[in-house]
Structure formats: C-alpha cells, structure tokens
Nanobody, 125 residues
Framework: QVHLMESGGGSVQAGASLRLSCAVS????????MGWFRQAPGKEREFVAA????????TYADSVKGRFTISRESAKNVGNLQMNSLKPEDTAVYLC??????????????????WGQGTQVTVSS
C-alpha cells in the first residue's frame, strides 16, 4: 500500500523559510516522479514543483521559481521542498504527489496516482 506523508508546514512571517518533506512508503525509491501542489481556500489546486524519478530533472511554477527548490533523498525515500523568501500569497495547504515513472517530470495533478494529506503553510505580512 502506497502512503505519502507531508511534514514541515507552519506559520511564518514574510521573508522566512520553511522546508517541507514528503515521506513515501510502498514505492521503491527512484521509481516514481514526485510533485508538490498547493491549494488555498476557495482556489483550485495549483502546481508548485516537480522532480523526476532519478532526481535529474526539475520544473517549477513561475510564481515560485528562484525561491523554491525541490529535491529528493533516495536513501530515505523522502522528497523535500525548500521554500525561501516566503510571501503571504504562498499561504496554502501543500500536498505531495507521486506517480510510477522514472524519466520525466509531471506537472498535471490529474496524472498523479498517489497523494498525501497535506500540510498547512501560513505566511503573514
């Protein structure tokens, strides 16, 4: 059974940093692509960042490019999202997702098979 669990969310001031983690079980490390999405109240789920199975390709939403970094720790089967220079508009529930794939990055939510429950990130001005 595949299970994803996010951690690392919290409440911070604008300009601060947070590091989110997504612990994955039930999938062999490096056998799946991973993505991070976010959803604010009353808004649709939004793509944030994605990384391929072997960690050689990444892509980001324009709104976070240069501030966020996605990575993965294959030995621990964990994915991370380092978020710097946070802004109030980054406030949302952040969710990680996985799909069995190795080569490419996946940016569409509908293409992911497995999801975590999400972790809240709140950024105040």
């Amino acid at each position: 059974q595949v299970h994803l669990m996010e951690s690392g969310g919290g409440s911070v001031q604008a300009g601060a940093s947070l590091r989110l983690s997504c612990a994955v079980s039930g999938l062999a490390s490096s056998s799946y692509a991973m993505g991070w999405f976010r959803q604010a109240p009353g808004k649709e789920r939004e793509f944030v960042a994605a990384i391929n199975g072997v960690g050689t390709k990444t892509t980001y939403a324009d709104s976070v490019k240069g501030r966020f970094t996605i990575s993965r720790e294959s030995a621990k089967n964990v994915g991370n999202l380092q978020m710097n220079s946070l802004k109030p508009e980054d406030t949302a529930v952040y969710l990680c997702a996985a799909r069995r794939a190795i080569g490419g990055v996946i940016t569409e939510a509908r293409n992911y098979d497995f999801w975590g429950q999400g972790t809240q990130v709140t950024v105040s001005s």
